[in-house]
T-cell receptor
Framework: GQQVMQIPQYQHVQEGEDFTTYCNSSTTLSNIQWYKQRPGGHPVFLIQLVKSGEVKKQKRLTFQFGEAKKNSSLHITATQTTDVGTYFCAGKSNFGNEKLTFGTGTRLTIIP | EPEVTQTPSHQVTQMGQEVILRCVPISNHLYFYWYRQILGQKVEFLVSFYNNEISEKSEIFDDQFSVERPDGSNFTLKIRSTKLEDSAMYFC????????????FGPGTRLTVL
C-alpha cells in the first residue's frame, strides 16, 4: 500500500534557526496536506498543495510540492517557541478518494 | 468558532468489551472521518462517511468496527470486541463540502484496553 515517510523524525533547533521537514510518498499523489499537532493535541490543518511544483507561503512557513507530486517539504524560517509540535504531511492518491495517508511526522522542539 | 467535540476524553475498558466513541461534527459539515493514533506514532485513517454511508475504509477498519450517524448531530465509532492493540487515541474529523480542503479534528478520545 501507499507509504508516506518523513525525515527527520526529530529535530531540535535553537530559537531563531530555520527548520525543514521532508515528505516522500511511495506513489504519486493527487494532493498533499500539512498538519501540525501540538504535544497532547489534535492535528490542525495548515495547508493543501495540488499542483506540480506548487509553492505556498504562510508568514514564516513555506510549503513545496515536488514536480513529480511524490514529495513535499515544509520550511520554517526563524523558528519561535510557538512552532513546537509534530508536523505531518498527508496525501491522497486520487482526487476522488477520501483516504488521507499521513506521513510519519517530524517532531520539532525548540531550545530557547 | 465552531469545533468538533468528542466524548469521552478517556475510556478504559476490558479486552473483549464493546466501546462506543462519540463525536459531534461541526453542524454544517457533510463529510465525517475517524482516525486513530497509537501513542507516539502517525495518524491512521480508519473510515470516511458521507450521505449516511461509508465512502471509504482502510484495512484497519475490519468487521469489529462500525460507524453510525444516529441523528443529525452525532457520529459514533463502535468497536465490538476490543483487543489490546486497539489502545490508541481516536480522532473524529469533519469537512464542510467536497471542494473544501480542510478537515477539522476533534480533541480525541484516548482508549485504553486492559
Amino acid at each position: 500500500g501507499q507509504q508516506v515517510m518523513q525525515i527527520p523524525q526529530y529535530q531540535h533547533v535553537q530559537e531563531g534557526e530555520d527548520f525543514t521537514t521532508y515528505c516522500n510518498s511511495s506513489t504519486t499523489l493527487s494532493n498533499i496536506q500539512w498538519y501540525k499537532q501540538r504535544p497532547g493535541g489534535h492535528p490542525v490543518f495548515l495547508i493543501q498543495l495540488v499542483k506540480s511544483g506548487e509553492v505556498k507561503k504562510q508568514k514564516r512557513l513555506t510549503f513545496q510540492f515536488g514536480e513529480a507530486k511524490k514529495n513535499s517539504s515544509l520550511h520554517i524560517t526563524a523558528t519561535q517557541t510557538t512552532d513546537v509540535g509534530t508536523y505531518f504531511c498527508a496525501g491522497k492518491s486520487n482526487f476522488g478518494n477520501e483516504k488521507l495517508t499521513f506521513g510519519t511526522g517530524t517532531r520539532l522542539t525548540i531550545i530557547p | 468558532e465552531p469545533e468538533v467535540t468528542q466524548t469521552p476524553s478517556h475510556q478504559v475498558t476490558q479486552m473483549g468489551q464493546e466501546v462506543i466513541l462519540r463525536c459531534v461534527p461541526i453542524s454544517n459539515h457533510l463529510y465525517f472521518y475517524w482516525y486513530r493514533q497509537i501513542l507516539g506514532q502517525k495518524v491512521e485513517f480508519l473510515v470516511s462517511f458521507y450521505n449516511n454511508e461509508i465512502s471509504e475504509k482502510s484495512e484497519i477498519f475490519d468487521d469489529q468496527f462500525s460507524v453510525e450517524r444516529p441523528d443529525g448531530s452525532n457520529f459514533t465509532l463502535k468497536i465490538r470486541s476490543t483487543k489490546l492493540e486497539d489502545s490508541a487515541m481516536y480522532f473524529c474529523a469533519s469537512r464542510r463540502i467536497q471542494q473544501a480542503d480542510e478537515q477539522f479534528f476533534g480533541p480525541g478520545t484516548r482508549l485504553t484496553v486492559l
